[in-house]
T-cell receptor, first 114, second 114 residues
Framework: AQSVTQPDIHITVSEGASLELRCNYSYGATPYLFWYVQSPGQGLQLLLKYFSGDTLVQGIKGFEAEFKRSQSSFNLRKPSVHWSDAAEYFCAVGLNTGFQKLVFGTGTRLLVSP | DAGVIQSPRHEVTEMGQEVTLRCKPISGHDYLFWYRQTMMRGLELLIYFNNNVPIDDSGMPEDRFSAKMPNASFSTLKIQPSEPRDSAVYFC????????????FGPGTRLLVL
């Protein structure tokens, strides 16, 4: 069955430091991959997505992610974290079965320390 | 566009009562999705519609849950009767017709069943 694993439940990063959030997926075909961010009390906002082509994807708010087929990973990165980046981050796989069914990971909560 | 609109934002009700959650998708979007988010199970797809027609309701937990989309601009998710274990945040999302299109999420309805 298709699944998404985000191994880190919580991550704390100092403001200005770099960030990497891990995501591994299990899916037989070429996946559509997404990163969403959820701020407290808010809905999910799309940060970036990968469908095909260049495996390094740029997103909003200075985020990027790299698709590595050999590792079944789609890790999210940011070179310098801002306090406003504190939120919960969800990786998702889109099942290309003719409609866009998303399977989400359990999320990683990012805390930013001063 | 105002984005996906959900109402109410918060709902507190007593066990056994009927609960109706409402969603207005982004104009022009052909797909509408209902998700539930809980601490235990994360984000789960409950049901989705294409052109107002329910396509896959396999995620609906029980017969107590029902969803309708009477027109392209309105959908409801109803729980009757509600139970404490239904307490969760319910998100509505919409997307354009093609598989590769992004899902846009509403702010969610936080439901508490006492």
């Amino acid at each position: 069955a298709q699944s998404v694993t985000q191994p880190d439940i919580h991550i704390t990063v100092s403001e200005g430091a770099s960030l990497e959030l891990r995501c591994n997926y299990s899916y037989g075909a070429t996946p559509y991959l997404f990163w969403y961010v959820q701020s407290p009390g808010q809905g999910l906002q799309l940060l970036l997505k990968y469908f095909s082509g260049d495996t390094l994807v740029q997103g909003i708010k200075g985020f990027e992610a790299e698709f590595k087929r050999s590792q079944s990973s789609f890790n999210l990165r940011k070179p310098s974290v801002h306090w406003s980046d504190a939120a919960e981050y969800f990786c998702a796989v889109g099942l290309n079965t003719g409609f866009q069914k998303l399977v989400f990971g359990t999320g990683t909560r990012l805390l930013v320390s001063p | 566009d105002a984005g996906v609109i959900q109402s109410p934002r918060h709902e507190v009700t007593e066990m056994g009562q009927e609960v109706t959650l409402r969603c207005k998708p982004i104009s022009g979007h052909d797909y509408l999705f209902w998700y539930r988010q809980t601490m235990m199970r994360g984000l789960e797809l409950l049901i989705y519609f294409n052109n107002n027609v329910p396509i896959d309701d396999s995620g609906m937990p029980e017969d107590r849950f029902s969803a309708k989309m009477p027109n392209a601009s309105f959908s409801t998710l109803k729980i009757q009767p509600s139970e404490p274990r239904d307490s969760a945040v319910y998100f509505c999302a919409s997307s354009l017709r093609f598989t590769e299109e992004t899902q846009y999420f509403g702010p969610g309805t936080r439901l508490l069943v006492l």
